[in-house]
């Protein structure tokens, strides 16, 4: 079925220098790859997306590549601030027949940024 | 603000009860999805309504139900509840069935089965 594999866990950096998470998706037919930040006792929120029409999306200190050929996609943060520490969480849409939109997420990875 | 509205935000119940959540789309928003969110198992799909009805699912267990109103507000039914229901529930909403993809939380309703 329908996979979403995140990777790290885990990441701590310092103040200014740049994060990388990267996932990998099962689905060839997956076109729809958001990312969501998720802080404590919060809903996940929608940072950045991209559709698999588009190689790479940027949106101030923050990036998205897709590699359709490989099925992953990256999340890329620069310039790490410490309010950038939360919880990310990559996703993938896959229309299908019925073109529901329901997402399948990856297991997040906690970011700490270290002033 | 995302504009999705959830209550309660905390609910504490006993086994073997039954519990009701209630999400409120962002305004023009057709869709709705229901996520549960455990430490162990992170953000997974339940079930997804679309201008009253049900559009898809995903692993959502029988004692589990939802529906969409008239007004597109949903609600998320728990019944015969276990230890292992304690979780997050989100729910999302969108604009259409998913076409243009993005989907907003709500803040979820933090639920705990004693």
């Known amino acids: 079925g329908e996979n979403v594999e995140q990777h790290p866990s885990t990441l701590s950096v310092q103040e200014g220098d740049s994060a990388v998470i990267k996932c990998t998706y099962s689905?060839?037919?997956?076109?729809?790859f958001p990312w969501y930040k998720q802080e404590l006792g919060k809903g996940p929120q929608l940072i950045i997306d991209?559709?698999?029409?588009?190689g790479e999306k940027k949106d101030q200190r923050i990036a998205v590549t897709l590699n359709k050929t490989a099925k992953h996609f990256s999340l890329h943060i620069t310039e790490t601030q410490p309010e950038d520490s939360a919880v990310y969480f990559c996703?993938?849409?896959?229309?299908?027949?019925?073109?529901?939109?329901?997402?399948?997420f990856g297991q997040g990875t906690t970011l700490q940024v270290k002033p | 603000d995302s504009g999705v509205t959830q209550t309660p935000k905390h609910l504490i119940t006993a086994t073997g009860q039954r519990v009701t959540l209630r999400c409120s789309p962002r305004s023009g928003d057709l869709s709705v999805y229901w996520y549960q969110q455990s430490l162990d198992q992170g953000l997974q799909f339940l079930i997804q309504y679309y201008n009253g009805e049900e559009r898809a699912k995903g692993n959502i267990l029988e004692r589990f139900s939802a529906q969409q109103f008239p007004d597109l507000h949903s609600e998320l039914n728990l019944s015969s509840l276990e230890l292992g229901d304690s979780a997050l529930y989100f729910c999302?909403?969108?604009?259409?069935?998913?076409?243009?993809?993005?989907?907003?939380f709500g803040q979820g309703t933090r639920l705990t089965v004693v």
């Open positions: 991209i559709r698999s029409n588009v």
């Open positions: 689905d060839s037919a997956s076109n729809y």
């Open positions: 999302a909403s969108s604009e259409l069935t998913g076409r243009y993809g993005e989907a907003f």
């Open positions: 996703a993938a849409s896959t229309p299908g027949s019925s073109n529901t939109g329901k997402l399948i």
